[in-house]
């Protein structure tokens, strides 16, 4: 558990907790250790454990009667795709959780609509990564998505058939460069009609694009992502904490 000053403890056990299990590491219907192992583990008193865990059950992650171990369930129970980032850190584990199976790969010039798009300029290279993304054990997509990395990091593109870590990890890696900040936007928009079909969905009907936008220190722009998501199977949810 990596820690941080500026998060409480049960806040810092819940982002690994809620990491491992969307990485499978504790895998639907299984049961987590008990508070006193988790105590144990991460240095902490089993009410900073209750409290991860009670945030862990409203995330709907997780389940557990009085007397009984608490199971692990699976995201989203219900039908919905919750989507639920209070950091950049949660943003990192979510998008890892997720497999996504690239259909094709290929540069682009920017043309002016895709440009305003991206917030570039018109002329500007890029690799376009394209593909659906799905849940653990899920083979239903769960969203498409459109990739964007500057021209600058197209070199990535070697790697992709090599690693399953998020573009982004793999921008850092190959050019030692560091996400410092994502941008993220939600748009409603008509669902495309070449993908309609995989999402159970019907072409032009709405759906909900998140658009996130990944910036370097220097405020340059590394790589653009776009999903689009059913709007019937798709919640959102964001924690904002005041600034001192």
């Not at 990485?23 to 008193?45: I, M, Y």
């Not at 945030?55 to 129970?77: C, F, H, N, Y």
């Not at 370097?216 to 924690?239: L, Q, R």
Request: overall charge negative; aromatic content about 8%; glycine content about 6%.
């Amino acid at each position: 558990m990596s820690a941080s000053r500026d998060e409480p403890l049960y806040v810092q056990v819940v982002s690994t907790l809620k990491s491992e299990i969307l990485k499978g590491t504790f895998p639907v219907d299984t049961q987590l250790p008990s508070e006193d192992l988790l105590a144990q583990r991460f240095s902490v008193s089993r009410h900073t454990v209750r409290e991860a865990l009670r945030r862990l059950r409203e995330d709907g992650l997780i389940s557990s009667r009085q007397g009984a171990a608490t199971t692990v369930v699976r995201p989203g129970a219900g039908g919905s795709y919750v989507h639920e980032i209070a950091s950049i850190n949660d943003l990192f584990s979510f998008v890892s959780a997720l497999r996504f199976r690239i259909d094709s790969v290929r540069m682009v010039t920017a043309d002016a609509p895709l440009a305003e798009q991206l917030a570039t300029s018109p002329g500007d290279k890029w690799l376009r990564i394209d593909g659906f993304r799905y849940q653990a054990e899920s083979d239903e997509p769960a969203c498409w998505m459109e990739v964007f990395v500057h021209g600058d990091y197209a070199g990535v593109a070697r790697l992709l058939d090599r690693n399953s870590r998020p573009i982004f990890e793999l921008i850092e890696t190959l050019y030692g460069e560091r996400i410092v900040e994502v941008e993220q936007a939600l748009r409603t928009a008509p669902m495309p009609a070449d993908i309609a079909p995989a999402l159970r969905s019907e072409p032009g009907e709405v759906a909900i694009e998140v658009i996130r936008t990944f910036r370097i220190a220097s405020g340059k722009i590394a790589e653009v992502s776009i999903a689009h998501y059913p709007s019937d199977n798709f919640a959102f949810s964001m924690k904002l904490r005041r600034s001192r």
